[in-house]
């Protein structure tokens, strides 16, 4: 049974550049949260897909975006790069609607980092 | 908002010492709580996790937490630790009925042999 996989594992961009990041949820998934995880912080919430639609979201600015596809992967775009974008982007997911009390699977990460 | 402090960032224990890791968040509403765990070159994995009910969470490998309402407080316990479980802990917490989880800073354990 596949885990959370995400690609790619590491990126170099330089600022103002787009980046796409991607993600597979566990299977029988179908609720996918992303994360932005900075050196030496703990894991922020960016946002979650869940029926294709964004069902909340963190305090990132509107650079950040998303989309859940039918097969419940997910993409996170982030245009306009900045340097304090560098970081490990988590991709987290969640069975059958994702309620607050689900536990969450973590995948290995994309590590971004932004010259 | 919703806040969490770790305040123990790295923590040095001899095998079979006992372990205890803080967590308090700030948050007047009802809580879910969690503890994450990520082992060196290991992606984040659930240790346990609180919800409702009795407020003694046990989790995986021997852990536990107490969930004390009127502390805000979550801490992470071990009697015993061993080698393996050197890693870095995250508490997390959640409002109820919201999917945003908020992760403290974490704290790195080094269990030495």
């Known amino acids: 049974d596949a885990g959370v996989t995400q690609s790619p594992t590491h990126l170099i961009k330089t600022r103002g550049q787009q980046v796409t990041l991607r993600c597979s949820p566990k299977s029988g998934h179908d609720t996918v949260s992303w994360y932005q995880q900075a050196l030496g912080q703990g894991p922020q919430f960016i946002f979650q897909y869940y029926e294709e639609e964004e069902r909340q979201r963190g305090n990132f600015p509107d650079r950040f975006s998303g989309h859940q596809f039918p097969n419940y992967s997910s993409e996170l775009n982030v245009n306009a790069l900045l340097l304090g974008d560098s970081a490990l982007y988590l991709c987290?997911?969640?069975?059958?609607?994702?309620?607050?009390?689900?536990?969450?699977?973590f995948g290995p990460g994309t590590r971004l980092l932004v010259l | 908002a919703q806040s969490v402090s770790q305040h123990n960032h790295h923590v040095i224990l001899s095998e079979a010492a006992s372990l205890e890791l803080g967590c308090n968040y700030s948050?007047?509403?009802?809580?879910?709580l969690f503890w994450y765990v990520q082992y060196p070159g290991q992606h984040l994995q659930l240790l346990l996790k609180y919800f409702s009910g009795d407020p003694l969470v046990k989790g995986i490998k021997g852990f536990e937490a107490e969930f004390i309402k009127s502390k805000f407080s979550f801490n992470l316990r071990k009697p015993s630790v061993q080698w393996s479980d050197t890693a870095e802990y995250f508490c997390?917490?959640?409002?109820?009925?919201?999917?945003?989880?908020?992760f403290g800073t974490g704290t790195k354990l080094q269990v030495i042999p």
């Open positions: 987290a997911s969640s069975p059958v609607a994702g309620g607050p009390t689900e536990t969450q699977y």
């Open positions: 948050y007047g509403g009802t809580v879910n």
């Open positions: 997390a917490v959640n409002d109820k009925g919201y999917q945003k989880v908020t």
